[in-house]
Structure formats: C-alpha cells, structure tokens
C-alpha cells in the first residue's frame, strides 16, 4: 500500500481548507489536502459574489484553486474519501480511498471532447440539479484539476468517450484504491450542508416548483448558471416578485436546529441587491424575524439594501402554499401589526440554515450538541478539537460566513503549525523545515 | 493526485465485470436515452420554425413545464437552442443553426 508522509492533512478542499493548506505550506511544512469532489472549490466556487463587498466569488476562489494545485508543499488528492483515522498525538495514520475517476488523471488534457461525445445528460449537482452535463466530464469550467470524471452510475459502457479521447486516458479497468498518508497533525475542513428543505413541511417540503434554495439563486445570479439569468424553475418565467423567508432552517425548535446559522439575513440581503441589478424591475421583499448584520461593513450594506428599495417585513412564516398556476402564496403574522396576511409571489427563496456537512465519527470525534464539531474551548481556542492534533476549520466547528471561514482556517494553520514544531521540534530556515 | 490502481483484468473483462455489476444502472440508463433522444427530437422539431416558450413547448408537447425548462437550458449549454428575444416574462427558445 502506498504511504505519504505530512506534517499536516487538511481534509475538505473549500474555501476553509484551502486557506488552512496555503498558509502551512507558505510556511514550509509539508501538506496534503484531501477533497472528496473530482475538484476543489467547495461550495464558495458555485456562488455569485460575496457580501459585503459583491466581489466575483470565482475571482476571489479561482486563484486559490490553482495555488493549492500548483504549491510545491502541498499535495493535492481529489475524489478521494478519509476512511479511518488512527494512531494519537501527533503520530496519526489516515487510510484515504481514491475513488476511480475511471480516467487516466495523469495523461487526461481536459479537451473535454470525451464529454461532448457522450450522448447521457444527467442534473448537475454543481447546479443544484437545475442544470446538466453528461456522464463523464471536467466538473465545471474553472474545475481544479481540469481533468474528466466518469459517472459509473449513468454510464451506458458504450466506449464513445474511449474511442474519442485523444490522448487515450479513458480507463474502465479503475478501481478503488486505499491509501495511507502519516501525519503530524489534522485540519478538518469539510463544510456544511444546508438544512433539510423536505423538513419543513409547512413551506412546501422542496416540492413546490417555485419555492427555492438560497444556493439555487446565486447559480441563477452566477454568469455560470444553468439558464444564464434568472428565471423560477416552475416554468421558465422572470420573475417579478420575489419573497425571502428567513429563518427558514434556523432558530426552529420545530427542526431541532434552535441556533442562528449567521450567514442567512446577509446572503438574503446580498442576493436582492443582485437581483435588483439583474432584474431592474424585480420587487424583492424579505420576511424576518431580526435582522443580524455583525460583521464589518455589514449593517450599512443592509442600509443600502433599503435605500435600493428592497422591502423587509417584520413577521413570521407560517406557511406556503401554491395556486393552480404553481404561484406560491406566503401566509406571513406580520407580528408587529399583530394580523396574518396572504400574499402571492413569482417565486419564493427559502433562506435555509446551515448543518454539519460530513459526519465526524471517522475522524474520532463526536459532534457537539448542536451538531458540528465539539470544540471544548470554544472562547479561548476555538480551533481545537476534543483530540490533541486535531484541528477544525470553517464550518466544521459551526455555521460562519466566508470572511469568519478563513479567519479560522488561518488561526487553525497557526496552531497546527505550534502543535507540529513542539512534536517534531521542526526547525525552519528560510522557508525550509528540517527535522533535527 | 494519486494515481487509481488498476485491475490486474484486461480491459474487456473489466468492461464484462461492469455491465455485471452496474447492469440495473446500465438498463436505466438506456431507458433515459431514449426518453432524451425522443423529447429532444421533439423539442428541436417543435422550436424549429418558430421560438417559443417553455409553457408553450410544455403545453404543445404534454410535458410538465418544468421538465422542458430543464432540457432547454441543457440543450442551450450544449449549443442546440439559442435564446431569441422575449414573449412577456418568459424568454423565447429557438433551435440552434446547424453548424
């Protein structure tokens, strides 16, 4: 069996762990940077723009892709799953599975014709389903690496892609492969999902056609998107009226997901004032609870989402139902008038929370209550695991935003970096590290 | 990246091993292509002549609009169907000139 040998593993390939692997080799350790998906990016990679600031989210993710695939400290394993993690303090050994890309990743060029040739289209999950793309193909268009990965599950083995690749790479004789990676210490960086839209059966349960997921707007807001502007997935139409439902998946005893997941009011904000320019004669209004804009910047960039004409409306949700037309009508308690009223939207976006994306008994640790990672001392060192070595980064410890995703990513690479010199008495001369 | 491991099979056996173990997903897939070949013959000889939009194909067609939504922006990512213009708030969908 192959075996690597690390200072650090960093597992999860977004934002959070790309940061984490670029700030400990920049330091001169040695890292490997495991990613479950055939490429890197995470979910920042499908957004539009970040707030507050509505800079490009690719122009800001893109260049780190291509550091972490480029840096000649890290070593970069995609597709791949952690199996198991053994050994402790500081002397960790992780079995890892290379899942088959059932393409030769070493001679594939990325021409892509492998994939225009394929005659299945399948839901492009890089597009929450809406979009598609054919069984083998490069992920997306900024993908890290630029390489083909074949969908078994869709395959017809009926060997055009094989027969008109180039360069030969197509290889159905893959399989997986186990190996190990030694390391000093571990950086858990594997993210988020959003909470369960079927859930909540009041606002529909995801069956209405016109009632969204909030990452479903920012493909339609991204240049990238599967329509190439945004239109309700019911019927094709732009929409005119847009409704926000906060604390869709957060703050909900009802879910058993009682905290604020942090991200939702600015993301909401953000995306109406995107579609206010995408669609100039959009009305968006957004139904809140609080509006909780704490970060820098945030709290005039909500000002300025009202000064745009956005309408918020303080009341509660309590149900979405649609009519023979498929338009969804929001029954709102608008609680500080005190009534309830019906009103009917083009489309509504759910503004669900956020819950821990990969379970973390592998790793040896157990979930705190809320669901993400335990982390005994969350004031003092709010990177640090229930395990000596082991660190967490981004939303792995708790439901953050991007600008909080890299803060920690970066405090977690400090204190991997501190863990691994007081274990292996490293020293580092001019961005070398040597073992004395 | 760490290079996959391959099968000590040659590559025929391995494709025999994969149409054993992946037959029900193989047979379902075929059944997919033929309802994609057929809805996107029709589609493309529905918009042909004249862009229309999705409720219109959906309706001309039997389809949930939905549906032609999804195999539209599908066709139009690929180069089949080209976006012409709009009928009210819904965009108007033409198949592409045959390069």
């Known amino acids: 069996m192959t075996k690597i040998h690390v200072d650090a593993l960093v597992v999860g390939g977004g934002i959070a762990g790309m940061q984490t692997a670029l700030d400990l080799g920049d330091q001169g350790y040695q890292v490997a940077l495991v990613e479950k998906e055939p490429s890197v990016g995470g979910k920042m990679i499908t957004l539009s723009k970040v707030f507050p600031t509505l800079d490009c989210c690719s122009c800001i993710t893109t260049p780190k892709m291509s550091a972490v695939a ?5 070593q970069l394993f995609t597709y791949c799953e952690v ?3 053994d050994g402790q303090d500081g002397e960790f050994t992780v079995s890892v599975v290379q899942k088959p890309r059932y393409v030769n990743a070493d001679i594939c060029t990325g021409c892509r014709l492998c994939e225009y040739e394929c005659p299945i289209t399948v839901p492009s999950m890089f597009d929450r389903g809406l979009g598609s793309y054919h069984a083998v193909r490069v992920p997306f268009s900024t993908a890290v690496p630029q390489i083909a990965v074949l969908d078994i599950e869709y395959c017809l083995l ?3 892609c094989e027969k008109v690749c180039p360069v030969g790479a197509v290889d159905f004789t893959q399989t997986p492969e186990t190996f190990e990676i030694d390391t000093t210490s571990i950086v858990l960086a594997t993210g988020f999902e959003m909470t369960d839209v079927s859930a909540k059966k009041e606002y529909g349960a995801g069956r209405l056609s016109n009632v969204i997921d909030p990452l479903m707007m920012e493909r339609f807001l991204a240049p990238t998107g599967p329509y190439g502007r945004v239109l309700r997935p019911g019927d094709g139409m732009e929409p005119t009226t847009i409704a926000y439902v906060q604390c869709a998946g957060s703050r909900d005893e009802t879910l058993g997901i009682e905290y604020c997941s942090r991200t939702c009011c600015m993301y909401a904000i953000k995306q109406s004032m995107l579609i ?4 100039p004669l959009a009305e968006v209004t957004i139904f809140y609870m609080d509006i909780r804009t704490f970060g820098k910047g945030y709290e005039q ?13 303080r009341g509660k949700v309590a149900s979405i139902q649609e009519d023979e037309n498929h338009y969804p009508i929001v029954r709102v308690e608008l609680t500080e008038e005190g009534r309830v009223v019906e009103r009917t939207f083009d489309l509504v976006v759910l503004s669900l929370g956020m819950v821990l994306g990969d379970p973390l008994a592998r790793f040896g640790l157990q979930p705190a209550e809320d669901g993400f990672a335990s982390l005994p001392s969350v004031n003092a060192s709010p990177w640090a695991t229930t395990r000596p070595g082991v660190f967490v980064a981004g939303t792995a410890g708790g439901p953050m935003d991007i600008v909080d995703s890299i803060v920690t990513a970066s405090a977690a690479a400090s204190a991997a970096s501190a863990y691994i010199r007081s274990k292996t008495q490293v020293s580092i001369e001019e961005g070398e590290v040597a073992y004395v | 990246m760490m290079p996959t491991e391959t099968s000590s099979l040659s590559r025929g056996e391995m494709l025999k091993r994969l149409r054993a173990e992946h037959g029900e997903s193989v047979e379902r897939t075929q059944q997919l292509l033929r309802e994609q070949k057929r809805v996107q013959q029709e589609v493309c000889k529905s918009i042909r002549e004249k862009a229309k939009t999705v409720p219109e194909i959906a309706e001309e067609l039997g389809m949930k609009p939905a549906d032609v939504l999804w195999y539209l922006a599908s066709f139009r990512k690929y180069g089949l ?19």
């Open chain 1, 70 to 74: 480029h840096h000649p400290k890290i």
């Open chain 2, 81 to 99: 169907v080209v976006e012409e213009g709009m009928c009210g708030d819904y965009p108007l969908y033409r198949k592409a000139e045959e390069k």
């Open chain 1, 301 to 313: 960039f909500y000002q300025n989402a009202k000064a745009m004409g956005v309408e918020f409306v």
């Open chain 1, 276 to 279: 206010s320019g995408a669609l």
């Open chain 1, 158 to 160: 009926c060997g055009k």
């Open chain 1, 83 to 85: 199996d198991r993690v």
